[in-house]
C-alpha cells in the first residue's frame, strides 16, 4: 500500500471545511457494537485493478446509531496502464467526485455496508459498491466489492480507516 498522507489531509481539510456529509448514515446493530465505532475515522481505499483510490472520512457520534461520512474517489491511471499508452493517447483522469456512504452494519467486530450508486468514470455508467471489514482496536479494514448496474462486471479493492485518538 503506498502512503498518501498529503492527499489525505488536504481531503480531510476540504472536507472538514466543507463541514462534511450533511446526510446521516444509518449503522445497524447492537448498541454495544455501535459503541465500538464511535470516533472520527480516517484512511484511504484503493484498487490495484482499476488504479482508482481515494480518502474515507466516517465520524460517529457515541450513544447515536447515525454517522456522517464520505468516501472521495481520485480516479488514476494505473502506473503500468499509463506507462502503456501513446503520449498522445495520454489523457489526465477525471476529477475526483465525492461519494456516499449508504447503510453500515456491524455484528461482533464485522462491519458491512454499501456506498450510493454512483458514475463509474470509466465508463459513464452506475456503479453499485459493498464493503466488508474487521474491527481491530482503532483500525477497521477489509475489502470492497464494485459492480455495473447493467452487467456482471465486478471490481475490487482494499480499504482501511484509522480512528483518530482523542
Same mark, same amino acid.
Given at each position: ?21 450533511? =446526510? ?25 485493478? =482499476? ?46 467526485? =465525492? ?39 482503532? =483500525? ?27
Amino acid at each position: 500500500m503506498t502512503v498518501r498522507a498529503p492527499f489525505l489531509s488536504i481531503m480531510a481539510v476540504a472536507w472538514l471545511a466543507c463541514g462534511g456529509s450533511q =446526510t446521516p448514515v444509518p449503522v445497524v446493530g447492537a448498541q454495544s457494537d455501535i459503541s465500538s465505532l464511535a470516533g472520527e475515522w480516517t484512511g484511504e481505499y484503493w484498487s490495484a485493478e =482499476t488504479g482508482r483510490s481515494g480518502s474515507i472520512l466516517f465520524n460517529l457520534t457515541s450513544g447515536t446509531d447515525s454517522a456522517s461520512g464520505d468516501v472521495v474517489m481520485s480516479p488514476q491511471f494505473a502506473a503500468g496502464a499509463r506507462a502503456a499508452q501513446s503520449p498522445a493517447a495520454q489523457v489526465p483522469p477525471p476529477n475526483s467526485q =465525492t461519494l456516499t456512504i449508504n447503510f453500515v452494519r456491524v455484528t461482533g467486530g464485522q462491519v458491512s455496508g454499501s456506498l450510493a450508486p454512483y458514475t463509474d468514470p470509466s465508463c459513464n455508467c452506475p456503479l453499485h459498491t459493498t464493503f466488508i471489514g474487521r474491527l481491530k482496536a482503532d =483500525t477497521l479494514e477489509g475489502t470492497y466489492a464494485s459492480r455495473h448496474e447493467q452487467g456482471s462486471d465486478v471490481q475490487q479493492g482494499h480499504w482501511r480507516v484509522v480512528r483518530k485518538r482523542s
